[in-house]
């Protein structure tokens, strides 16, 4: 009787772990149940099991939590999971979740900022971005360079021009801390590479330099050239006079037109009265603009005017020439 009994118990248990087998094998195989991809929100401090159920729940697994927590036991690495969002897609299966959890492959934003913009355009972008947590309400630049690097100025064109890439719950003071980094990193690289005889004294003047160089073009290989112009005005103490400082002054009077009164009127950024460069940068420039700045193109050229519609100029040596210039290109528009 008791070899009965012995002979059935092991019957059973092998009953049993060839179920359990099965149940393995249609747990590590069985893909969620999706057709397209669907993002998917692990919340801060919730664990594995948690998140099972939160799957079997929404009907995207057809295993209770407890199944993946247990799995994820056995593979040692149940407390390894890491909060965000993820992008599920159809075949995956709960394994092939857990791996995507370990990893932290979460969704990724871009935000790109754009060469040529005002920091203050940046900062309106930003407040208007749902994906990113607002921390910043009604901050000024001033006060945003304060609670970047600890002084008070500016802030103006202190912010990298580029597309970054962030999860969710990035807020908008990481964003712009990054873009703010990499500007000091593009300047300050930029600068140790600089030429020699540039009239600039700190790598800030050269960063209002790259300003007003991509407010003038964008067309890239006319950067360096127009660089050397403003160098040259520079080293020979004339007057940069450039339209876009002129309407970087006038702020919210700009409409659209530079009129006679405009480039005659006193401003701190007026270069048609004022010599040097302009207090500060006008623009976020572009590392192109940066380059540009600090390794202008060597030539004799202190004049430019635009040339058409396909936005390139047309230099020239002497004001005769110049004028001759804007009588071709401006005057007969």
């Known amino acids: 009787m008791f070899r009965w009994l012995s002979l059935l118990f092991l019957l059973a ?26 993002i998917f929100t692990i919340k801060s401090g919730q664990n594995l099991q948690q998140v099972g159920s939160t799957l079997y729940k929404q009907g995207l ?11 994820g036991r056995y593979q040692k690495s149940a407390h390894s999971i890491k909060a965000g969002e993820y992008t599920l897609s159809s075949g995956q299966t709960l394994p092939d979740l857990l791996n995507l959890f370990i990893e932290g492959k979460v969704v990724q934003y871009a935000f790109t ?32 360079m304060e609670k970047l690097d600890g002084n008070r100025r500016h802030g103006e064109g202190e912010f990298a021009p580029e597309t970054y890439y962030f999860p969710a719950g990035t807020t908008d003071m990481e964003l712009l ?17 600089k030429a020699d005889q540039l009239p600039y004294k700190t790598p800030y003047e050269a960063l209002i330099m790259a300003s007003i160089i991509e407010k003038e073009t964008g067309i890239a290989e006319e950067r360096p050239e127009i660089a050397g112009v403003f160098v040259r005005r520079l080293n020979i103490g004339m007057r940069l006079q450039t339209d876009p400082t002129v309407i970087y002054g006038m702020g919210d009077k700009y409409k659209g037109n ?15 009265i004022r010599f040097g460069l302009p207090p500060s940068p006008i623009a976020l420039p572009s590392k192109a603009a940066i380059h540009a700045a600090l390794n202008p193109k060597k030539g004799t050229s202190l004049y430019f005017v635009a040339r058409g519609k396909d936005g390139r100029h047309v230099f020239s040596n002497t004001l005769v020439e110049h004028n001759k210039a804007v009588r071709r290109y401006q005057l007969t528009k």
């Not at 801390?177 to 590479?193: E, G, I, S, V």
């Not at 006679?260 to 270069?271: A, F, I, M």
């Open 61 to 71: 697994s057809e295993f209770p939590g407890e199944y993946l927590y247990w799995y």
């Open 258 to 272: 530079l009129r006679r009164k405009d480039l005659t009127t006193d401003t701190v950024y007026n270069t048609y």
């Open 13 to 38: 248990c092998l009953v049993a772990v060839g179920l359990g087998y099965q149940e393995y094998q249609r747990f590590v195989s069985t893909p969620i149940k999706l057709e397209s991809t669907q």
């Open 177 to 193: 801390n990054r873009a703010y980094r990499r500007m000091q990193a593009d300047l300050t690289h930029a600068w140790h590479n």
């Open 113 to 144: 900022i754009i060469e040529g913009m005002t920091s203050q355009q940046l900062l309106d972008a930003i407040a208007k971005d749902s994906r990113l947590e607002q921390t910043l309400s009604a901050i000024t630049l001033v006060e945003l």
